[in-house]
């Protein structure tokens, strides 16, 4: 990583209601196999990978730096393993805004699959000059080339196409995959319905990290750590540190797994996942003692397994996400790219200060004027047509000066200017408070969704609303 810069949704298949004992894969059962309509990713095979990675490192100065030989001699191994596994594999040199002499870009489409509907899962390849970099970031590499692999050998039917990149320049600040994304055609950027992440996937004190958690993105991943009692929680320390962000900023939905850098585990979360608090979750955090004995090979199996049951409900024709696949469905929901795709009174979206966030840093905040108004932001969306049900999801937090039970300053979610639920200065307290909207009568219709709050002549009433995403089944 950059040292710079719903429960169960439905519509996802079954999974196991226990969590299986640590140090064993959910999916290495028969029972959890079926349930999860995805196969178990080999450990070994995941640490098999690790392996090379530090020998690329040990024959090239101890490091896998983009510029140096440790780097292409990691990308030489990469693309060796997915052309025999039949992958479509291009090395795109990085030639503007990278360091200089920095290696290429590693991309690998796997061809079937409509091209038009494209889910990318992505790791940077390249280290820091003080050590080998195996926790950052050969772990989330390693166990991406797995999954890649254990996609060729499996070959089911794919819905949708399967892409699968390994970045260049990730340390020196994001550049490899900001090179990729920027000179993507927006044609191009507009197949991409989500980008996944993993960067540092096997910290030795980490926690369980995804990032945008409620969105419509992560719910597989989130899904599926669920599954084993792992109660994930936001990536903060991550956000705008790893190459998702390349992708963020151009409205493009993103998650991931992360288990943490140089930040420090919580006495709440060391009782909840073990490990020590008050210490970092990565103790050897771009340094040189990043080797193979800072690995936690639990969570690297648990994050490997969360990635192939994130691909099989995204792009396989007999996941569970079927015709209705809500992923994608509303862009830009949680705020944190500008404010692209919404339409309305944008200027209500930023990093407000006095208030945080339900995830990222930024959200909408609508109304708290205290005098007579109307703000709104909305965007067109399409419900996709296989979706029985489609609920619209979205965080809201109400704060009032208002008293009483009279509702006089109101927000409304509204489909094409007919009002679908509303809430009102009544409803004010308690934080942040998942709401939803049913959205069922729409499927296969694309519509405006308008989220907009009124206020009376006085007294205040601000209607904060964040995370906003599709689900369906």
Not at 85 to 101: D, H, I, M
Not at 376 to 397: K, N, Y
């Amino acid at each position: 990583m950059a040292g710079t810069l719903l429960a169960l949704v439905l519509g996802f298949g079954t999974l196991p209601a226990a969590a299986t004992p640590s140090g064993t894969s959910p999916a290495s059962t028969p029972t959890a196999l079926a349930a999860l309509a995805a196969p178990d990713i080999s450990i070994t095979a995941v640490r098999a990978h690790l392996d090379e990675l530090s020998a690329a490192a040990a024959r090239n100065g101890g490091n896998r730096r983009s510029t140096g030989q440790g780097y292409r001699d990691s990308v030489a191994y990469v693309k060796g393993r997915l052309q025999a596994a039949g992958y479509t594999v291009t090395e795109q040199p990085c030639t503007s805004g990278c360091t200089s002499g920095a290696g290429p870009n590693l991309i690998a489409e796997w061809p079937q699959g409509d091209a038009s509907g494209v889910y990318m899962f992505g790791a940077h390849l390249d280290g820091v000059s003080a050590g080998p970099g195996m926790n950052d970031n050969a772990s989330g590499s390693a166990a991406l080339l797995e999954n890649a692999l254990t996609l060729a050998r499996e070959n089911p039917e794919l819905r949708s196409r399967v892409r699968f990149a390994w970045w260049t320049d990730e340390e020196q600040g994001l550049n490899g995959s900001d090179f990729y994304v920027r000179t993507l055609s927006s044609t191009e950027r507009s197949r991409i319905k989500a980008y996944y992440n993993f960067d540092m996937v096997a910290s030795l004190n980490g926690g369980y990290f995804i990032n945008h958690i409620t969105s419509a993105a992560a719910a597989p991943m989130k899904a599926y750590w669920d599954s084993l009692g792992l109660r994930p929680e936001e990536n903060t320390e991550g956000a705008g540190r790893s190459d998702d962000y390349s992708f963020e900023r151009y409205g493009i939905p993103t998650s991931g797994y992360a288990m943490g850098a140089s930040a420090r585990k919580t006495s709440a979360q060391a009782a909840k996942w073990g490990g020590t608090s008050g210490a970092a979750y990565d103790p050897c955090y771009h340094r040189s003692c990043d080797t193979l004995s800072n690995i936690n090979t639990t969570g690297l199996d648990r994050a490997a397994d969360g990635i192939a049951y994130t691909v099989w409900q995204q792009a396989v024709g007999t996941g569970g996400g079927g015709a209705c696949d809500p992923a994608g469905v509303v862009g830009n929901g949680g705020f944190e790219s500008g404010t692209a795709p919404w339409t309305g009174t944008t200027a209500v979206i930023a990093a407000h200060t006095g208030r945080t966030a339900h995830g990222g840093t930024r959200f909408a905040w609508l109304g708290g004027n205290g005098s007579t108004s109307t703000e709104s932001v909305g965007q067109t969306v399409t419900v996709p047509a296989g979706c029985t049900r489609a609920s619209l999801d979205f965080w809201l937090w109400i704060e009032t000066a208002e008293s009483g039970s009279r509702a006089y300053d109101t927000f409304s979610v509204r489909v094409n200017g007919s009002t679908l639920a509303s809430w009102s200065n009544v409803h004010a307290g308690g934080g942040w408070t998942q709401r939803s909207a049913d959205l069922s009568a729409y499927a296969g219709q694309t519509v405006t969704v308008t989220f907009t709050a009124t206020e009376d002549y006085s007294l205040q009433t601000g209607f904060l609303l964040d995370d906003v995403s599709l689900s369906g089944a």
